[in-house]
Nanobody
């Protein structure tokens, strides 16, 4: 059973930074594709960034040059460094692991960008 636990969310002022972490309790972490998604009330969950098992990355246009996704295959942990945060980045952020045609999700962590 794959378990994903996000941490690092919180309240930050516009222009500030946060780093999200996703700890995975699985030995398939190093060969799985991972990603961060976010969701606001009434809207569909959307891709923020993803990283392949080999380290290739992809970002939503809205976060390019501000967010950086990374992974540590020794610690089975994925990160999202978020800089220059904007109020429109406010959302619940979810960790995703994709492997063998299955998606696994964490419970999410709230990020609120407000003055």
């Amino acid at each position: 059973q794959v378990q994903l636990v996000e941490s690092g969310g919180g309240l930050v002022q516009p222009g500030g930074s946060l780093r999200l972490s996703c700890a995975a309790s699985t030995n398939i972490f190093s060969i799985a594709a991972m990603g961060w998604y976010r969701q606001t009330p009434g809207k569909q969950r959307e891709l923020v960034a993803r990283i392949g098992s080999g380290g290739s990355t992809e970002y939503a246009d809205s976060v390019k040059d501000r967010f950086t996704i990374s992974r540590d295959n020794v610690r089975n942990t994925m990160y999202l460094q978020m800089n220059m945060l904007k109020p429109e980045d406010t959302a619940v952020y979810f960790c995703n692991l994709y492997m063998a045609l299955r998606n696994y999700w964490g419970r999410g962590t709230q990020v609120t960008v407000s003055s």
